[in-house]
């Protein structure tokens, strides 16, 4: 396997607190790896410093052996998508969806030569959306397909990491269970590798190969999932899965 993405000791210290100390993984080509914890663990740092939204205090990240700072952000951007938590809030709100996704085609010269609206409607698809979806702002759309859309946008550019951010917690448990089946589809069929952060173990474990679980920006452990599951090491561990139901 190649590897993608390897944090080497991830520091960061915000005014009056540790946001994360000492983080070390490193991610492979079709790997799907979990983040969990409570909210103020560490989690919205990392995606943070992965997704350029904040600049690296301490330690090292490397893009596909790369230094993360040699990287342009136009090659970043063609290597890593992220979808959030709150697709509403990242799609322009005076957009139409065919907009914003015209936009990553042209942003990266994708599809030459191939019709823009047939493009699309073969992105859509994949993701369980209609042709009327494209022609609807982003406030017309639900929770799921907003969701769906985010995802079909992230999938255009072919990415080799995409950065799942809460991509559940703000979706009803029914949809919920939707986009993670989606989510499990793409992940058999493409070659990207996962980060996947969220504070729902049960919900991470069904998803990730391997699990590190974070408190109070500090890795408390880390290890496969199955293993996790059935034996974990930290008591922290144990509370998580008994709250979230695998306990």
Do not use: W
């Not at 103020?40 to 997704?51: R, Y």
């Not at 049960?202 to 599951?229: H, N, R, Y």
């Amino acid at each position: 396997m190649k590897s993608i993405l390897r944090c080497q000791n991830l520091t960061y210290f915000y005014k009056n607190d540790v946001g994360i100390k000492n983080i070390n993984f490193e991610l492979f080509t079709g790997q799907a790896l979990g983040l969990v914890g409570e909210s103020g663990s560490g989690k919205s740092t990392i995606a943070q410093l992965l997704c350029r939204l904040m600049t690296l205090q301490e330690g090292s990240i490397t893009l596909f052996d790369k230094p993360f700072q040699t990287v342009s952000d136009k090659e970043f951007y063609r290597l890593v998508q992220y979808i959030p938590q709150n697709p509403q809030e990242f799609f322009h709100p005076k957009r139409r969806i065919k907009e914003s996704l015209e936009e990553a085609i042209d942003n990266f010269k994708l599809f030459p030569g191939e019709n823009k609206l047939d493009v699309l409607m073969r992105s859509i698809s994949e993701v369980g959306l209609k042709e009327s979806h494209l022609y609807q702002f982003p406030h017309q759309l639900s929770g799921g397909e907003c969701q769906r859309a985010s995802i079909a946008r992230a999938l255009l550019v072919n990415p080799s990491l995409i950065i799942c951010d809460e991509v559940t917690s703000a979706l009803d448990v029914t949809i919920q269970a939707e986009i993670m089946k989606l989510l499990g589809k793409i992940k058999e069929k493409h070659d990207a590798a996962f980060l996947f952060i969220g504070h729902d173990i049960a919900l991470v474990s069904q998803f990730c190969e391997q699990i590190i679980v974070l408190k109070d920006g500090q890795v408390v452990e880390q290890a496969d999932t199955l293993a996790m599951v059935r034996h974990p090491r930290s008591s922290y561990t144990k509370l998580l899965l008994e709250a979230y139901g695998n306990g």
